[in-house]
């Protein structure tokens, strides 16, 4: 039996999708920020993480960030991140290159306003050779907005780079936030303003 082909959501379901279940994600978001926290604070906060409730970062796009998907590769059948859903492949890849953990980051459009493309450029290049100079494999991906509103930040996944050195990058890069994720191969928004 072929399995079906799943259903691309057009931007205006989105909208729709949106204010029909607002009230719900909007208590959603207030669910996985304190679970964040909770998670933060009984791991000792290793990195310094920005509390939810403490962030300078809008409501509005940090709402986005969780709504983001977070590819590893440019293909459609690469892995897709979203943040606070297990994904299994990610378990693969960990067996693989002998890790437990990695982080998602980009260094595009710094504090989450748009720089030009050259600027993009440089930074994602300045990205990918600190992580390689951690001595981290990665691979390439881009963070994607489900909506379409906000154009793909190209990005990196660093194996086995842990969340207190994920930090460190992503704030050297000026970001918002980045993603860690641990051995439950379930990502996890971390606030870094």
Not at 54 to 70: C, D, G, H, M
Not at 73 to 79: D, F, K, L, Q, S
Not at 148 to 170: H, I, L, Q
């Amino acid at each position: 039996m072929e399995a079906k082909k799943p259903r691309k959501i057009t931007p205006e379901e989105v909208v729709e999708i949106r204010e029909r279940f607002s009230g719900q994600m909007d208590e959603m978001v207030q669910n996985l920020n304190r679970r964040a926290w909770e998670a933060i604070e009984a791991e000792g906060n290793p990195g310094n993480a920005v509390r939810p409730d403490r962030s300078v970062v809008p409501a509005e796009k940090r709402e986005a960030y969780f709504a983001t998907n977070y590819c590893l590769g440019y293909r459609p059948a690469e892995v897709a991140l979203n943040i606070g859903k297990y994904e299994p492949r990610l378990t693969a890849l960990f067996t693989e290159h002998g890790v437990t953990c990695g982080a998602f980051i980009t260094a595009y459009n710094p504090e989450g306003t748009q720089q030009s493309a050259e600027a993009n450029s440089r930074d994602h290049a300045a990205l990918l050779a600190q992580v390689a100079a951690l001595g981290h494999a990665f691979i390439e991906g881009e963070g994607a907005d489900a909506t379409g509103e906000w154009p793909a930040e190209r990005s990196v996944f660093a194996y086995g780079m842990d969340k207190a050195t994920a930090c460190a990058v992503g704030r050297q890069f000026r970001q918002d936030a980045i993603v860690c994720v641990g051995a439950d191969a379930v990502p996890q928004l971390v606030l870094l303003r």
